[in-house]
């Protein structure tokens, strides 16, 4: 699958969750502010979707999202408001790439989650002024430069167990990973190298 390259795991952030939850007066505004993050997070999980194939996300499993099946999927069902407003989607994602894409993977998932952003900023900001709210806007361009922070991780899967507990040892992890077993399985540290990355 991957025509001779490595594999990468690419992880993504999309909040900050906690700046939502703290500026939040209402449950309504704390409703929109996990949906926002939720909504970015899944434009950065169809990003890579369409770039690679659903299969290539570890982490979440969004498949049996509504949103997933309706959008990405283009499941023919109808759905209701409420059913496609449910948008479970945690803002951490885990993905394996080839490692020769992996940056420029990771750049346009993230400036694809930019332009969202924008788009949906700029929506607001025309339906404010739309309904005559024609005040100073400086603050409002303040905060929405602030957020969302995204970011990424790319971590290249290194080729033998020797290399991984290098790089594992480098990262503070004092267990060491198939001991006496050889190099042939760096498969077996999976779970060591999620939590690295």
């Not at 788009?119 to 309904?131: N, T």
């Amino acid at each position: 699958r991957a025509n001779g390259d490595s594999p990468c795991l690419l992880a993504l952030h999309v909040g900050p969750v906690q700046g939502f939850i703290a500026d939040a007066r209402r449950t309504h505004d704390l409703w929109t502010g996990s949906f926002t993050v939720a909504w970015l997070t899944f434009e950065a999980l169809r990003t890579l979707a369409v770039t690679l194939g659903p299969e290539s996300v570890v982490q979440p499993h969004f498949a049996g999202a509504v949103i997933a099946r309706k959008l990405l999927f283009r499941e023919p069902r109808e759905y209701t408001p409420g059913e496609v407003l449910r948008l479970p989607i945690p803002n951490r994602i885990l993905a394996i790439v080839p490692a020769r894409r992996a940056q420029e993977i990771a750049e346009d998932t993230l400036g694809n989650v930019g332009r969202t952003w924008e788009c949906m900023s700029d929506a607001v900001l025309k339906h404010f002024r739309a309904h005559g709210h024609e005040s100073d806007f400086v603050q409002w361009r303040e905060q929405v430069a602030q957020h969302p922070e995204i970011d990424a991780v790319v971590q290249p899967w290194p080729a033998t167990l020797t290399e991984i507990n290098v790089l594992l040892q480098g990262a503070g992890d004092s267990v060491r990973i198939g001991a006496g077993q050889g190099d042939e399985r760096p498969g077996i540290a999976y779970g060591r190298m999620f939590n690295l990355t």
